[in-house]
């Protein structure tokens, strides 16, 4: 039997739910309870613009999925749902939040016109390991007195993998945007009011997962966008694999090499010791056999260190 919602963590249902205007209100309300506006700060519109600012953006993207949006006062939103683990995905996200606030300027504008980016960002994975929180934002702060003047860039980030709350022990809106976003696929209709309380938003944002409202169509781009997920996912495990086999092989090839060298290196050495204990019980007028058997070197040797020092 089919499970009634589909997974928003998925590209296209992410789009449907946070991505269209049918839905802006989700967005908005989505934001404002991430970021944890309250009062004038609070978004209370919201207008869609170009995912990919430029060809260079979208060729490097890698995530799943972003929306980008401005509101009424001119603050910046992206926002991405990212699955898989990509190297260097913090850094991505200061480079998309700097690309936006640089070309919020047109020529002849002055700097006073640039607005505050906003970047938020679900992960299915743990990017901060040091902190026990799954919801954070960073910003620029002074480094002595902690005190914030650069308040135009801000990153707020939601690790699901740190929310593992029941149903019955959700305690703010935090919680249950992450809930939403971990179980939602699996959740019964049964327990949405239990789920979502009094907060009609969210459960709009269930209902817009309702797989029996969809089309064909839209459907079938769920699943070639699922398809993708997966294949994107077997190729970072084998490239992931691939690097490991590759690093163990220069490690092994290294330590041997390195072995090598210091096992010559320690010949040498032992050899060295063993040639001058030799001269000196030449000297003191041992035999061959005697040294042979005091140093275990060979006797063809020790007679040719003889003669070599009788020459």
């Not at 995530?63 to 509101?71: A, E, G, W, Y």
């Not at 007195?145 to 022990?169: A, V």
């Not at 092994?252 to 010791?273: E, P």
Request: with cysteine; aromatic share 10%.
């Amino acid at each position: 039997m089919f499970n009634k919602f589909l997974d928003p963590k998925n590209d296209y249902a992410f789009k449907q739910i946070f991505g269209t205007e049918k839905n802006k209100d989700i967005l908005i309300h989505f934001i404002n309870d991430i970021v944890c506006f309250q009062g004038d700060q609070q978004i209370v519109e919201v207008k869609f613009l170009k995912t990919a600012q430029d060809p260079e953006i979208a060729s490097k993207k890698q995530s799943i999925i972003d929306v980008l949006c401005h509101d009424e006062k001119g603050r910046q939103c992206i926002i991405e749902m990212q699955v898989a683990r990509m190297p260097g995905f913090e850094k991505r996200a200061q480079y998309y939040a700097s690309k936006a606030y640089s070309r919020q300027l047109v020529a002849g504008e002055d700097y006073t016109q640039l607005k505050e980016i906003i970047f938020i960002a679900i992960t299915d994975f743990v990017m901060f390991k040091d902190k026990v929180e799954g919801h954070s934002t960073h910003v620029i702060l002074d480094k002595q007195t902690h005190t914030h003047h650069l308040k135009d860039f801000s990153f707020t980030f939601l690790e699901l993998p740190k929310y593992n709350k029941t149903i019955d022990e959700l305690g703010n809106l935090i919680e249950k945007w992450a809930y939403f976003f971990k179980h939602a696929q699996e959740t019964k209709e049964a327990d949405i009011d239990r789920i979502v309380g009094s907060d009609h938003v969210i459960y709009r944002a269930y209902e817009a997962l309702n797989r029996f409202s969809w089309t064909d169509i839209e459907f079938n781009t769920y699943e070639e966008a699922e398809k993708r997920e997966r294949d994107a996912r077997a190729i970072l495990k084998q490239k992931l694999m691939d690097a490991e086999a590759k690093g163990l092989s220069k490690g092994l090839s290294k330590g041997l090499k390195k072995g090598i060298s210091q096992g010559l290196k320690k010949g040498i050495s032992q050899g060295l010791k063993q040639t001058l204990e030799a001269i000196k019980c030449i000297k003191a007028g041992e035999s061959d056999l005697a040294i042979h058997e005091k140093l275990e070197i060979p006797l063809e040797a020790i007679a040719e260190l003889r003669k070599q020092m009788a020459e």
